[in-house]
């Protein structure tokens, strides 16, 4: 198990001075880079879909921006990054090669603060502060490219209404009810778009959001209640004098998550719960103009499935 603080992630030097957590990682003992400049990444022989990417317990499907030059995750969002390179702990499932488990900052409960900064390729905003003092907080991150700007002072027409960019955003919230009892809140939504004129577009996205309880039932048990939303879509589009057409796919999870802890001394501890996710898989969505002569009815058949699990685990300290 490898974990890292973003203290230490903002001192590495990284390309167009834009930090990346996924790149990162790539530093450590048995991982490897999936390409030049690409944020995928292979560990101890595996490939790059192999590895589970998981944000305040959302499952993301696609961790890339830029196809794969950028990962998805905002520096200024992410509080640390855990990355198992085997034998993963029993409440992420399995996985062939990682897990990989970014939790995102829970906001300042003190204060206001306002921070930012403009880079090369994209320029971010972040804002956070409490919620009510001491007892709640927020934060709110986005990020945007803007290479498409540069395309508007272009003579040629095509490329002057071509798109390309990709953008971010993050939230969390939590809140303390009472001493024992504090909810958590967060959302992430991201995509890029890239477009040739008005004649073909291609745009792909992850959305994701959590709402968590934690329950402190006494000084000895906790319980953690999860439930969780992951969105991941592809789109294409094909807009021409005598077509339009947009193929759409993607995958979509519901999934309920409820988690025990029980810390019998300082040296063992015990985890256990149960989990259940329900995914949707659109494989591709037909929508066409009746002026195409596209037979939009021929959709490819959605598929659905139930994934149940229960686990237990438990840690202790020889000495």
Request: hydrophobic share 35%; proline share 2%; aromatic share 12%.
């Amino acid at each position: 198990m490898e974990k890292l603080d973003m203290k230490e992630v903002n001192k590495l030097p990284v390309l167009f001075g834009e930090k990346d957590i996924l790149k990162s990682i790539q530093l450590l003992p048995g991982v490897k880079s999936a390409g030049e400049g690409n944020s995928g990444y292979f560990v101890r022989g595996g490939s790059a879909d192999q590895n589970l990417i998981l944000l305040d317990e959302a499952l993301v499907y696609n961790a890339s921006h830029l196809l794969g030059f950028f990962s998805t995750f905002n520096s200024d969002a992410i509080k640390d990054a855990t990355l198992y390179k085997g034998s993963m702990p029993a409440q992420y499932g399995g996985r062939l090669s990682s897990a990989l488990d970014i939790k995102m900052n829970d906001g300042n409960a003190k204060s206001y603060k306002i921070g930012g900064g403009i880079g090369l390729i994209s320029s971010r905003l972040s804002v956070e502060g409490p919620i009510v003092k001491d007892k709640g907080s927020f934060l709110v991150t986005g990020r945007r490219t803007y290479a498409d700007v540069f395309l508007a002072a272009s003579k040629d027409e095509t490329i002057k209404s071509s798109t390309l960019y990709f953008y971010d955003l993050n939230l969390k919230a939590n809140y303390q009810l009472n001493e024992k009892n504090r909810i958590f809140l967060s959302g992430y939504s991201g995509r890029d778009v890239l477009g040739v004129g008005d004649a073909f577009g291609l745009d792909w996205g992850n959305t994701t959001a959590t709402l968590r309880w934690n329950h402190i039932l006494n000084d000895r048990w906790f319980s953690n209640t999860s439930a969780i939303f992951s969105n991941y879509s592809y789109n294409i589009g094909f807009n021409t004098s005598t077509i339009d057409l947009d193929i759409i796919s993607k995958i979509r999870d519901y999934n309920i998550k409820q988690e025990w802890q029980f810390f019998q001394s300082p040296n063992h501890s015990f985890r256990f719960g149960l989990n259940a996710i329900h995914h949707t898989i659109t494989p591709g969505d037909i929508e066409a103009s009746d002026s195409s002569g596209i037979d939009d009815s021929g959709d490819l058949q959605r598929k659905y499935a139930l994934e149940t699990a229960g686990y237990f685990s438990g840690d202790s300290k020889l000495n």
